[in-house]
């Protein structure tokens, strides 16, 4: 009996290790699904759109060769056919059946340009003749190929899905293979022992023959049998079901081959205008860009990632540098750590993104408005806010999501974004008696008390002359991104324009510091005229809401003084 259960198990241990054998080899996927297209190249951007990333499950690798040098660059679809405008180029197709790819021409009369170091690109791929770029089809990716953006793209382009395949039940079947071989093994060592002690096998004396008995009022038995004989039979025929379901149950592979799974037709919102690694990229470009022009103290350096605020307060400051060479240089520009990430989510230009970079031992964490004009702009920061101390910057939407572009003659706001810089202004003048003035949150606002009482102190000090503040609009380029509360972070900037001059005939106006070295004199007889920018950060609520409109970071800069 223990003989018979013994081959049992050796059979059914070698079914099993058959069985995960076949797992690995004549039932194993094939390595990976590949496409691949050659045409003859002429146009100088090749497009590869989401459905054909898509068609296979997983992450594949885009690889292109030509006989010069290929670039590769992975973006949203939409931004890179925004980018290729009506340039000429070639689109990527599936056949019907999704075994292969075409390649149709599209021609343009649009202008044709590197697409290297463009701010659309989540991951890019640089090299001679050949590149392989590992993307993603999530969020609306496609892929944009090219050569130099000029000459003709590379001609042959192939698509690769890696298939993950899963060992684990392989491996089960393996292992409880050899585990069973294993107690195979023991049970016969255990028969072997047992017939060495008993030196041989035991037979039984067979009986003499007996004629048949006959036994009167025995009837067959019916039910089941029990007992100990029951058991017997149980452990006979247990392992050979288990033998028969191993058999049946391994007839075909575990794993199904892989199907695509299917994209969402249509999008709630518009996806994020950036990736955390795109945005870290260009920080990283404008710490360059910035630290090269502060140390050339030089605003043409500037002009490739600065505008607007921004640039007007470096290069004024850059010309009192070259007047005072004891001045110190402004503050740089960090690129990095990001402490918070704010993009628009939108489809359509001008983008706008905003972030906040905390260098170690800067004065206080600095929030960068970065915009993007146009698809082939890159982005350039328009506003440089420090934060005020003990400012708290709204729930926002997470960077996966992105939060909704404002408008900036927005109504659902308790003060309108283009507004800020004269409603604002007028509170400076007039206190907490103006207009809109009970909308703003003044108690902790620092930069509005030393304004105000700067002002107050400039006309009282005034003897022989008189003084007059204006308050307008800096730019009319206002960025402003919805919070989570309906309510708005707006980056604006505010010209206070100051103009002094003298009431009494004989006397003069004098000024003295930055003014003094921007005028080039100690003062004028007819006046003087100063202008500084302001470039603030408000909280705006939505109207309606309990909260109060809040400044959360201001940088101020001399723009200009001059006699009147």
Not at 22 to 29: D, L, N, Q, S
Not at 175 to 185: D, E, R
Not at 298 to 318: H, N
Request: with cysteine; net charge positive.
């Amino acid at each position: 009996m223990r003989l018979l259960i013994a081959v049992g198990l050796f059979m059914l241990s070698l079914v099993l290790m058959l069985l995960g054998v076949a797992e690995r080899t004549v039932w194993a996927p094939p390595a990976s699904y590949k496409l691949t297209v050659n045409y003859e190249a002429g146009n100088p951007y090749v497009l590869i759109p989401n459905s054909i990333l898509g068609i296979h499950p997983g992450d594949p690798f885009v690889s292109a060769s030509g006989p010069k040098n290929v670039f590769i660059a992975a973006a949203r679809e939409s931004d890179i056919a925004a980018w290729v405008g009506d340039s000429s180029h070639t689109n990527i197709a599936a056949t019907k059946s999704k075994s292969g790819l075409t390649a149709t021409s599209v021609p343009g009369a649009g202008a044709a340009i590197s697409p290297i170091g463009s701010d659309l690109w989540r991951v890019t791929r640089n090299a001679e003749r050949s590149a392989t770029l590992k993307v993603s089809a999530t969020q609306g990716g496609g892929v944009l190929i090219a050569s130099d953006g000029t000459g003709a793209a590379p001609g042959s382009i192939s698509l690769v899905w890696p298939i993950e395949f899963d060992l684990l039940p392989s491996n089960l079947l393996l292992g409880f293979g050899f585990g069973t071989l294993v107690l195979a093994l023991i049970l016969n060592l255990l028969i072997y022992r047992g017939m060495r002690k008993r030196r041989g096998p035991s037979r039984k004396v067979p009986r003499a023959p007996h004629g048949p008995k006959l036994r009167i009022g025995k009837q067959p038995r019916m039910a089941p049998p029990r007992g100990r004989r029951a058991v017997r039979k149980m452990a006979l025929t247990l392992p050979a079901s288990a033998l028969v379901l191993a058999m049946v149950t391994g007839c075909a592979p575990t794993t199904q081959p892989p199907t695509a799974t299917p994209t969402p037709t249509g999008a709630l919102s518009d996806p994020p205008v950036v990736q955390e690694t795109q945005l870290a990229h260009i920080l990283n470009q404008v710490a360059l860009v910035a630290e090269d022009g502060d140390t050339k103290n030089s605003a043409t350096a500037l002009s490739s990632r600065f505008a607007g605020p921004a640039l007007e307060q470096r290069t004024a400051w850059y010309a009192l540098r070259k007047l005072d060479l004891k001045l110190k240089a402004l503050p740089k520009i960090a690129g990095k750590p990001i402490t918070f990430i704010l993009p628009a989510a939108s489809s359509i230009w001008p983008r706008t993104i905003m972030a906040v970079t905390d260098q170690p031992g800067s004065p206080s964490p600095q929030m960068l408005v970065l915009i993007q004009a146009s698809p082939r702009a890159q982005y350039q920061v328009w506003y440089t806010v420090r934060l005020m101390q003990g400012a708290t910057i709204p729930a926002v939407a997470v960077k996966e999501v992105g939060a909704i572009p404002i408008a900036n003659d927005a109504k659902f706001l308790k003060a309108v974004p283009n507004e800020l810089p004269t409603v604002y202004g007028s509170i400076i003048d007039n206190g907490a008696g103006s207009v809109g003035a009970s909308n703003f949150e003044l108690s902790n606002d620092e930069f509005f008390k030393q304004i105000s009482e700067s002002q107050d102190s400039q006309m009282a000090a005034l003897k022989n002359g008189k003084i007059t503040f204006a308050h307008t609009l800096g730019s009319p380029n206002v960025a402003a991104l919805a919070t989570a509360d309906g309510g708005a972070l707006v980056a604006v900037t505010m010209i206070d324009g100051y103009t002094i001059r003298p009431t009494k005939k004989g006397s003069a106006i004098t000024v003295n510091g930055l003014e003094r070295t921007m005028l080039g004199a100690s003062g004028s007889a007819t006046g003087i005229i100063s202008r500084y920018s302001d470039m603030l950060l408000f909280y705006v609520p939505q109207t309606g809401s309990k909260d109060l409109v809040r400044l959360l970071g201001v940088t101020q800069g001399l723009l200009s003084v001059r006699s009147r």
